[in-house]
């Protein structure tokens, strides 16, 4: 099928200029680098002809048009380059395109080809990125419009001039052995209708991805309520060889303290129950009915049914600000659906609350987890069926430092007085009705703080931010303090540091003062540096330990919840914590953090945040940790709780997270992945929650249990 054919039966307009290249039938313009092109005619099945062009072995073999002499080639920003190509490979195969243009610019994108028919590759003539549409991963390609495959470049950096095109290039990133693709006519068009067509009408009225099938996929009300049903056979107490809260009554008791804390015993350390008896924390996160929401006003041309996704399970929102996690996010505001909560409601009726917790509950008892991990819904503490957790979330008008990174914000100044405060209300607001509760795990502070940087000096971004703060900030007071008791006066400070324009400590208390990276020549920086971040770490551990043994001395100070940081900060925080608490995305745990340092401070660690996730049950992205598929998710589950619970100071793994994210990404930063337990219509993944019970079961102890389902 032709191009423009294709277009009008999708319903689509697009306007062609002629051919830029034939590569069929070159004329001078198509040169190669490290390739072969192959002058043989080949004809697809529909009748158009391609070109073979073989990739050789070598850093980035390519074939290359380029416009005659004084005439580029006329292109519009809104436009987009197709051509048909085909992988004459029995794999896929990944293929660069770079569109060059006057003045030395350029635009790129990267694709995965598959092996078979041909595709009508289109590389829109402007960057975009998925996050355009409001999401963090776009839909699979390719997609098929009217029996013609189309892949659609959903990435794409940089930018070029109108209508000065002056070449494009095909490569392939370092091929192990030669690579074979047949190429036809290369076009530039005048619109992106194609790319549009690649978000349209995605999502179904359950919040499922329309172009794609899985096992788990409903079509219809009874079909929902069929599959979400609780499991049979679910425990209502503890499983045989368990306590109440799901300690292990097989192993030799310790003492009784009415509430949890943490005690080694032998060479291991380990959760300790109210009763007295062994626990390792086998939790989920976000065990709620509110992270199935996302953005629909501006993107109403992504939702195939209407009237769900304006129907009443919506509200309006605005997650607009300068942090790292909604840069480049073009929809983040207006009305959004709650895709789950719709879909419980058509199970359980429109006041699911009760009835909700109930079934979640049964299902996670009978997959064996004990935990409800941060981020769950606070009505479950008066359920008392299962150990839960409370996050301290401290804000305030304190002041703040940015390391560059600040994906959630930028860091709470500890030195500041105004965050003792707010630590003091934050903890009151925490602990209230909570500190005599013998169900409540602990605490944790915050969560992901920007406790470094980004790239090879990243370590250091809290210390040369703060100095980089003008002379009001109690950070950079602080951190002056220290340079001055350490070295003295400026002039030996300066030659410390190898900064001869310093002459007087006024220098460095001047907003906008650049800190050096550390080098060899210099180890002072390396050393101050070091020794600031410890500081900064164990005022902020140190404030909130404090104020909370105040507020409720009977419960588990559980850390921060630590995912970008440094050994500054995992060594204060198992100082001042009772449990350090780490979210890492890694195959195994050892991947993740130091095991080695904490076993030689002898300080406990709980990983609270770990997943594994695909992209074959319709959300388009694999999370933080990828795996190839459903199967493989189960298996990578039980190597890492395997291996954190017998590394003898890891006391707990929590799940990230119990549902999966919508298919056009949750509202807070377009996170799209299939990491769940069960899926946004609130079923079941049954083979993985098979896999997991049986890991659950071993780590966890005990006997007996409900369903899989």
Do not use: C
């Not at 839909?139 to 419009?145: A, D, K, Q, T, Y």
């Not at 499991?231 to 060889?241: E, N, Q, V, W, Y």
């Not at 900030?473 to 220290?482: D, E, G, L, V």
């Amino acid at each position: 099928m032709s191009l423009t054919l294709a277009f009008l039966f999708a319903g689509l307009t697009m306007d062609f200029a002629p051919p830029v290249a034939d590569v069929v039938h070159p004329n001078g313009q198509i040169t190669t680098r490290d390739a072969t092109l192959d002058p043989t005619v080949r004809k697809a099945a529909d009748g158009d002809e391609l070109a073979a062009v073989t990739f050789h072995p070598a850093p980035s073999p390519a074939l290359v048009i380029a416009a005659p002499a004084g005439k580029p080639w006329p292109s519009f920003s809104k436009g987009s380059l197709q051509v048909t190509v085909q992988n004459g490979m029995p794999w896929p195969v990944t293929l660069v395109v770079d569109v060059g243009s006057a003045g030395g610019q350029h635009l790129k994108a990267t694709v995965g080809l598959p092996p078979g028919p041909p595709q009508e590759l289109q590389v829109p003539l402007s960057a975009w990125t998925p996050r355009t549409y409001g999401m963090q991963a776009g839909p699979p390609m390719p997609m098929v419009i009217n029996g013609t495959s189309y892949l659609v470049a959903l990435v794409t950096e940089g930018a070029i001039a109108d209508n000065q095109v002056t070449s494009i290039t095909f490569s392939m990133p370092q091929p192990g052995a030669a690579q074979t693709l047949l190429f036809g006519k290369v076009v530039l068009g005048t619109n992106d209708g194609l790319a549009s067509r690649a978000y349209t009408g995605i999502v179904d009225k359950y919040g499922q991805f329309t172009r794609a099938t899985w096992p788990e996929k409903i079509d219809s009300d009874a079909a929902l309520k069929a599959r979400a049903i609780a499991p049979k056979g679910a425990p209502t107490g503890g499983a045989a060889g368990l306590d109440q809260f799901g300690g292990r009554t097989d192993m030799p008791a310790m003492q009784a303290s009415g509430f949890f804390r943490v005690q080694k015993q032998g060479e291991r350390w380990w959760l300790v129950t109210p009763e007295g008896h062994a626990f390792f924390s086998l939790g989920v996160n976000a065990v709620n009915h509110t992270d199935g929401r996302t953005y629909v006003q501006g993107r109403e041309f992504m939702f195939a049914d209407p009237a769900a996704a304006n129907g009443k399970y919506g509200g309006h929102s605005d997650s607009r600000s300068d942090n790292g996690s909604q840069r480049d996010n073009a929809m983040n505001h207006g009305r959004w659906w709650d895709v789950y909560a719709n879909n419980i409601a058509r199970t359980l009726g429109d006041d699911f609350e009760n009835a909700w917790r109930k079934r979640t509950l049964d299902r996670l008892k009978a997959w064996r987890f004990n935990t409800l991990g941060n981020w769950s819904d606070p009505g479950f503490a008066g359920d008392k069926r299962m150990a839960y957790t409370v996050p301290i979330l401290i804000h305030g008008d304190f002041n703040t430092v940015s390391t560059g990174y600040d994906y959630w914000g930028r860091m709470p100044d500890p030195f500041d007085p105004r965050f003792a405060k707010a630590a003091q209300q934050a903890v009151a607001n925490a602990t209230k009705d909570k500190a005599n509760d013998p169900w409540l795990l602990g605490y944790f502070a915050d969560n992901e703080l920007a406790w470094a940087g980004q790239g090879p000096q990243g370590r250091w971004a809290l210390a040369t931010g703060s100095l980089a703060k003008g002379p009001q900030s109690p950070a950079k007071q602080a951190f002056i303090a220290y340079l001055k008791k350490t070295h003295g006066d400026a002039a030996t400070f300066a030659k410390a540091w190898g900064m001869n324009n310093i002459t007087d400590w006024k220098q460095v208390e001047a907003e906008g003062f650049k800190a050096p990276d550390p080098s060899e020549p210099h180890p002072a920086i390396a050393t101050d540096y070091i020794a600031f971040l410890k500081l900064f770490a164990g005022e902020y551990f140190r404030t909130v330990a404090e104020t909370l043994k105040k507020a409720d001395p009977h419960h588990l100070f559980l850390g921060g919840r630590l995912a970008v940081r440094t050994p500054e900060v995992e060594e204060m925080s198992a100082k001042y914590t009772d449990v350090t608490s780490i979210n890492t995305y890694t195959d195994l745990p050892e991947h993740g953090f130091d095991v080695s340092e904490f076993k030689r401070w002898d300080k406990p660690v709980m990983l609270t945040e770990f997943h594994f996730g695909s992209s074959d049950r319709g959300p388009f992205g694999s999370g933080v940790a990828a795996v190839a598929n459903e199967e493989e998710r189960g298996k990578a589950y039980a190597r890492f709780v395997d291996a954190a619970a017998a590394s003898g100071i890891i006391v707990g793994t929590h799940w990230f997270q119990y549902v999966d994210q919508p298919v056009t990404g949750r509202i807070l930063d377009g996170e799209n992945a299939h990491i769940g337990l069960v899926g946004i219509t609130d079923i079941p993944f049954g083979g993985f929650t098979r896999a997991v019970t049986d890991t659950n079961a071993r780590v966890g102890g005990g006997s007996g249990g409900g369903s899989h389902r």
